[in-house]
């Protein structure tokens, strides 16, 4: 079964093109590796995968052919994420800014000044 399909299957990306997506700009590893979206799994085969600020580890348990509901997914993938990855999704800072209302809309450079102020808190986390 190729990647792509697999990770569609298990509902870790919403559609195979997202999934081909983030395959291709190397958010899905395989052994510290990037991995081509058509690159035959195997049971038992584990994979990081970089979803907004948190490291997923996924563990493949059984192959299948179509999408599964979300109940159905764990007999499919084993999620091996540690908690400490889920707690720093939630102490990310929100991407909201609050405006007082009656204000409107920010302008273009307000947005951009916005923007700045986001990437420069990036920027210092990663140091």
Do not use: C
């Amino acid at each position: 079964m190729r990647l792509d399909k697999y990770l569609w299957a298990v509902r870790i990306f919403k559609t195979r093109s997202i999934a081909i997506d983030a395959i291709k700009n190397g958010k899905v590893k395989f052994n510290g590796e990037n991995v081509k979206p058509a690159r035959e799994i195997k049971t038992g085969e584990i994979f990081t995968i970089n979803i907004l600020h948190i490291t997923k580890t996924i563990k493949v348990l059984e192959l299948l052919q179509n999408r599964v509901s979300a109940k159905e997914v764990p007999a499919f993938m084993e999620d091996m994420t540690p908690q400490s990855e889920y707690d720093k999704n939630k102490m990310s800072p929100s991407r909201f800014v609050f405006r007082p209302i009656g204000i409107g809309r920010p302008t273009k450079k307000e947005r951009r000044d916005i923007d700045d102020w986001f990437e420069q808190g990036d920027e210092k986390k990663e140091d």
